[in-house]
């Protein structure tokens, strides 16, 4: 009723391909794909940079915690 058919949505296809041309539409859907990828290629980077920094967290302070406990267990190994 209200909606919009198969056929009224293949008459509004052929109207932009007619303004357009193919040429040109086949581009802008190269360019809104080039878009969509470097989107998400982005997001991918910034959650490696992110984990990569927490790791990179935890591990400084496994570190100084174990640079901690060496020297009491020196301490005790001297008494």
Not at 42 to 54: C, D, L, R, V, W
């Amino acid at each position: 009723m209200g909606g919009i058919s198969i056929w009224q949505l293949l008459i509004i296809a052929l109207i932009v391909i007619l303004l357009f041309g193919t040429k040109k539409l086949r581009s802008l859907g190269g360019d809104l794909g080039g878009a969509v990828k470097g989107f998400k290629n982005a997001m991918t980077s910034e959650t490696s940079e992110e984990e990569k920094k927490a790791l990179e967290d935890s591990q400084t302070a496994q570190t100084s915690q174990q640079a901690e406990k060496k020297p009491e267990s020196k301490d005790k190994e001297q008494a």
